[in-house]
């Protein structure tokens, strides 16, 4: 617990909100960060529009699940958006279980079945007004339709960022995971394993499927480091990605770890 008090004392001091002030869960208790009822605990931010604005209320809870739904659009103009929820984490596991729905708009095949976990994020406050994506790593998630097509999941991308994968710093945007390829609705089960930035690792339905270490901001976002206490991204916040895909978490759940 004493890493993350620290971090949440630098957020303070930098300005970026009164985390101190929520309730810390104790170690090796799993918490929901989601209740099935509601958004209580999370914020948005969605490029192009001020901090706290749902955009077209992309981010919902439906049947129980949280959702990102593109019902309301006629298009995607790349108002890609972040569900953040509201206090940092360093070392904890994280759980949940989603899956994709039919793509509802046209066009950006990169997004298509598309989603992900931002980990390591940046402050949500600290993101410009136009920002698409925070300085974070993305776990990200996809899915596929086609009998034969590969796509796995829980593949690591790296926005504003570098991490090291077998003694090699990488500096390739994404990386694919070992998992297999999950199609259609089917329920997934992924977990996230963040041990500051010691090592970091993701399993699918149980399997482990990528591991990497040195999280570290990129040579271009160093203005960013005053909100890390340095180069290495040791703590961050945790957000739900939003990039033109519809997809529902059944669950999402937290437990501090040493």
Known sequence: MKRVASYISLGFV??????????????NEWIALFDGE?????????AGYPLGTNYKNTFRVEDGYLATNYDQYDAFNFEFGHLYYEQPFSHYRLRATYRFQEQQLPGYRNAWKNNGFMILAQPPESMGLEQRFPASIEVQLLGANEDTESRPTANICTPNSHVVIDGELITKHCIKSTSQTYRGDQWVDVEIEVRGDEVIKHWINGELVMEYSAPQLD????????????????????????????????????????
């Open 38 to 46: 509601s958004l209580d605990g999370w914020v948005p931010k969605f």
């Open 14 to 27: 930098a300005g970026i909100g009164c985390v101190s002030c929520v309730s810390q869960p104790q170690e």
């Open 219 to 258: 040579e271009k976002s160093q203005e960013l480091a005053p909100y890390y206490g340095g180069s290495a991204m040791r703590s961050g916040y945790i957000a739900i990605q939003a990039e033109n895909s519809y997809v529902q978490f059944k669950s999402i759940e937290l437990k501090v770890i040493q």
